[in-house]
């Protein structure tokens, strides 16, 4: 057929010679290769101990977040779990209570809010409905389990830890 | 000569049961443990070379063939061809003539003196060797011409298949 | 029979028995850390330092895996399969001498558990044997793929038998000995057969590599297009005594190249050594060394097999068939010739 690009290369292939036909230099050659690669660096990383950087666009564990006192943003609208396509949110609102003014930002929160990290996705569109920008996929990797109960995640773990203790921690580490 | 007695015993009881059995395939890997038994009674009568060789060429190659050709066929009761009166009445003649012919040659063999072994290395490979090449060398390469004709035939055999498909 | 002599012998056949399944169980370890270091990787190291307690874990996983037998199946034949595998697989390394004659307590024992007139040939005739463990499996599986593997299996050690006995008849006009202790006693110092036979070596690795169903020949349990061959329906330890026979079957196969083509035990400046370290220990030393060159060998086994990719059945057959025979026997007539003209040429 007539090439209509005009840039098709015709391949020619010659009939092999003695040593190619042989096979065992090509054999050799290859078996050369293979040897310098046990000297090469490992491309392993050793997960658990070693993580490899996650790229800027990363989207892992959610985390619900606190303002700047400290408080929970989120304020149970619902938006997050309507958006999700995966149907992995539920929440129980609550309205709060006197008193309760240093733990949540707005008069109503979620006293319950469950993630069932089995069926979502990582698609991000949750962060994206919040109006209160109360939750993030910032985390690591969801861990393993051994149990469908134990994915579903709660408050327990999904808030954010609060500021003084993140400081106290990192003067820790310090 | 317990230790004949207990394998004569055993290869008769194998032999048997090739023929009574009724999966082929069964009846191979009796046949196989048959020579296998063959095998130690080489051993205990010192004639290293040929157990080894009964070994390999019988229990190594030709029952490997034989259960390779039964495995592609895969025979089973279903696929049994009908045996009909005659093909029996014609087996037992042969079977009979066949056991009139051992038994005739087994009497003349009684009468032969037992010549006691005198050379107890005579199975070794060295002396059957230096045998072969000398006091046999007609019969072995006269049976050496007749495998390279089965094999030339074979070959034949193969290659004409060949071209008419 | 004294006793001494009866202890001698056990004692040679245990520790000959323990460390067979201690270098096949390894073997695995080590194929996997071979694999990963020639695919830039670092390989098991879970299980202890280096994952070193990785073939522990992996007899523990095989042994605690439910035994299935399929219904279909010929339940005897199917048990009895991979019984003869690996036990067809031990019987290899009883005619091959690990070692010169050693003294122990003041008493001379030779490290090989019998020297039969016929060594050579009863290697063959075992390895020849090794197939009926396949077969059987195969058969008795009652499933098309396992019968293809067993038919590959069977066709595929018959046709490199013959290129095998072929290139052993060669070494043999070398020589003059089918007694593997003769043979590694004449490789005195560094007269290694290879040297004298580095077209026969090639033909008989090939070979090997062909009998042990190792890649590039692992056509019988092709997974591609058999799924596990022929041993498709075989779990846990059944399958595990599957692995062990190939991985005890490379070990003896790695032995006996060392033996017949690389010296055994013999290496340059052995006397010396020798000499001055008395009888024990120089022997030992020969140990070392051969079990140095079966270590290199089975390493080049798995070197192999990560590098080269399967063959294709036809162009196996091709192989074993068009090439190794007629090569085989061309080097029976080439090592024909060099005897007699050297013969002739000494006799001027």
């Known amino acids: 057929m007539e090439s209509l690009s005009g840039r098709k290369k015709v391949l020619e292939q010659k009939p092999m010679n003695f040593w190619e036909r042989m096979y ?11 040897f310098s690669h ?3 660096k490992k491309e392993t990383i050793h997960y658990p101990e070693q993580q490899r950087e996650f790229s800027e666009n990363w989207r892992g564990m959610h985390s619900l977040k606190r303002d700047e006192h400290g408080r929970e943003r989120c304020t149970a609208c619902g938006l997050c779990a309507l958006s999700c396509p995966a149907e992995a949110i539920t929440m129980i609102s609550a309205e709060r209570a006197k008193g309760e003014e240093h733990l949540y930002r707005e008069e109503k929160y979620a006293a319950v809010y469950e993630i069932n990290m089995l069926r979502c996705i990582f698609c991000g569109l949750c962060e994206e409905a919040c109006p209160k920008e109360a939750i993030y996929l910032d985390g690591p990797i969801v861990p393993s389990d051994y149990l469908r109960k134990d994915f579903i995640y709660g408050k327990d773990k999904l808030v954010e830890k609060p500021l003084k203790e993140i400081e106290a921690e990192k003067a820790m580490s310090r | ?25 069964h009846s191979v890997l009796y046949l196989i443990a048959t020579f296998f038994t063959f095998t130690i009674h080489y051993i205990i009568l010192n004639a290293q070379f040929l157990a080894v060789v009964n070994f390999i060429v ?35 003649i042969a079977g009979g003539c066949l056991l009139v012919t051992l038994i005739g040659s087994m009497k003349t063999l009684s009468t032969a003196s037992t010549t006691a072994m005198d050379n107890t290395g005579i199975g070794l490979v060295e002396n059957l060797g230096k045998v072969l090449f000398s006091d046999f060398l007609l019969p072995f390469e006269l049976s050496s011409i007749l495998l390279l004709a089965a094999m030339v035939g074979a070959v034949l055999l193969a290659k004409k298949e060949n071209k008419t498909a | 029979m004294e006793l001494e002599f009866l202890i001698e012998k056990t004692a040679l056949v245990l520790v000959l028995f323990v460390l067979t399944l201690t270098i096949a169980a390894y073997s695995t370890w080590a194929e996997r850390k071979v694999a990963a270091w020639l695919q830039d990787r670092v390989g098991p190291n879970r299980a202890g330092p280096f994952g070193l307690l990785q073939p522990l874990a992996d007899g523990g996983k095989m042994f605690f895996k439910e035994e299935i037998i399929p219904s279909g199946a010929n339940k005897y034949l199917f048990i009895a399969g991979p019984s003869l595998a690996l036990l067809v697989s031990f019987l290899g390394t009883a005619v091959i001498p690990f070692g010169q004659n050693i003294e122990i307590f003041g008493r001379v024992v030779p490290l090989q558990v019998t020297d039969i007139n016929v060594g050579i040939l009863y290697i063959f005739g075992v390895v020849s044997l090794g197939v009926y463990g396949i077969m059987i499996g195969g058969w008795a599986s009652n499933n098309k793929y396992s019968l293809m593997g067993a038919i590959r299996g069977a066709s595929q050690n018959i046709s490199y038998e013959i290129a095998m006995g072929l290139s052993i008849i060669a ?8 007694s593997f202790k003769e043979i590694a006693a004449q490789q005195h110092g560094w007269h290694w057969n290879v040297l004298y036979q580095p077209l026969g070596f090639l033909i008989f690795l090939i070979c090997a590599f062909a009998e042990t169903n190792r890649v590039p020949f692992d056509l019988p349990e092709c997974e591609t297009e058999l799924i596990g061959g022929y041993q498709t329906e075989y779990s846990a330890f059944k399958m595990g005594a599957y692995m062990f026979a190939e991985y005890i079957n490379m070990f003896v196969s790695s032995v006996v190249m060392a033996v017949l083509y690389f010296g055994g035990y013999n290496y340059p400046g052995m006397d010396a050594v020798n000499q001055a370290l008395g009888p024990t220990w120089g022997p030992l030393i020969g140990v070392g060394v051969m079990f140095f060159k079966i270590i290199a060998f089975i390493f080049f086994f798995m070197w192999v097999r990560w590098t080269v990719p399967r063959f294709r059945y036809d162009q196996l057959m091709d192989l074993g068939w068009k090439v190794l025979i007629p090569l085989a026997i061309a080097n029976i007539v080439i090592t024909a010739i060099v005897i007699v003209g050297f013969d002739l040429f000494n006799k001027l």
Not at chain 2, 8 to 24: C, D, E, G, H, Y
């Open chain 1, 24 to 34: 065992l230099p090509a054999i050799f050659k290859g078996m050369a290769i293979t």
């Open chain 1, 38 to 40: 046990m000297f090469k």
């Open chain 2, 1 to 25: 000569m317990s230790l004949f007695y207990v394998v004569a015993f055993l290869s008769i009881i194998f032999a048997l049961l090739v023929i009574f059995t009724k999966n082929p395939v």
């Open chain 2, 58 to 92: 019988y229990m190594g190659a030709i029952m490997v063939l034989f259960l390779f050709v039964l495995m592609l066929m895969n025979l089973n009761t279903d696929t049994e061809p009908m045996k009909s009166t005659l093909l029996k009445v014609v087996g037992a």
């Open chain 3, 171 to 178: 070494l043999l006009m070398v020589t003059n000995t089918l």
